[in-house]
T-cell receptor
Framework: TQLLEQSPQFLSIQEGENLTVYCNSSSVFSSLQWYRQEPGEGPVLLVTVVTGGEVKKLKRLTFQFGDARKDSSLHITAAQPGDTGLYLCAESGGSQGNLIFGKGTKLSVKP | KAGVTQTPRYLIKTRGQQVTLSCSPISGHRSVSWYQQTPGQGLQFLFEYFSETQRNKGNFPGRFSGRQFSNSRSEMNVSTLELGDSALYLC???????????????FGPGTRLTVT
């Protein structure tokens, strides 16, 4: 079973700072999804990356898929308090394609 | 389109009791998956139902079971509750046509279960 490792586990920054969080695996990803989960809510899908080297942008969020498709990063520019939440990566690595999630990076952006 | 709904949102039960949680998927979605989320283990896959049949199952004991109705609504049941079953239980729906294909899931807000 594929294991996804996310780092850092916790991140606390001031509004306006930039940050990068990572998702790594020892195996090749078929595709990778990034979710954000706010307190008291379910995860919300942000993006799906499929092709090695792919870069996708969502406003101030930039998602990158490693060339070898074994790692991915999420970069946030000029973080805002509304970016606070748990960022999860997930991959269809289950025996029948069910999603396997990393444990997430808990981000806190202070005003 | 209405999103995924889960009821109840919060539940407190005693060890040894059983509990049933409900999930209504997005209209038109036939796949419903259930996850358990805890601070220590993160999000762990429980099972997936598609057209009233269990299509996929995670590594949880038989105390955890589920079913899906003809309208795609799903329920999960946990019998003989243990303290370690305290968690956020999330339901997700998708329109994934077959097992093994890539897909995107839409999550409900979850049911927070506390076992005392």
């Amino acid at each position: 079973t594929q294991l996804l490792e996310q780092s850092p586990q916790f991140l606390s920054i001031q509004e306006g700072e930039n940050l990068t969080v990572y998702c790594n695996s020892s195996s090749v990803f078929s595709s990778l999804q990034w979710y954000r989960q706010e307190p008291g809510e379910g995860p919300v899908l942000l993006v799906t990356v499929v092709t090695g080297g792919e870069v996708k942008k969502l406003k101030r969020l930039t998602f990158q898929f490693g060339d070898a498709r074994k790692d991915s990063s999420l970069h946030i520019t000029a973080a805002q308090p509304g970016d606070t939440g748990l960022y999860l990566c997930a991959e269809s690595g289950g025996s029948q394609g069910n999603l396997i999630f990393g444990k997430g990076t808990k981000l806190s952006v202070k005003p | 389109k209405a999103g995924v709904t889960q009821t109840p949102r919060y539940l407190i039960k005693t060890r040894g009791q059983q509990v049933t949680l409900s999930c209504s998927p997005i209209s038109g979605h036939r796949s419903v998956s259930w996850y358990q989320q805890t601070p220590g283990q993160g999000l762990q896959f429980l099972f997936e139902y598609f057209s009233e049949t269990q299509r996929n199952k995670g590594n949880f004991p038989g105390r955890f079971s589920g079913r899906q109705f003809s309208n795609s609504r799903s329920e999960m049941n946990v019998s003989t509750l243990e303290l370690g079953d305290s968690a956020l239980y999330l339901c997700a729906s998708s329109d994934r046509p077959q097992a093994g294909s890539s897909y995107e899931q839409y999550f409900g807000p979850g049911t927070r279960l506390t076992v005392t």
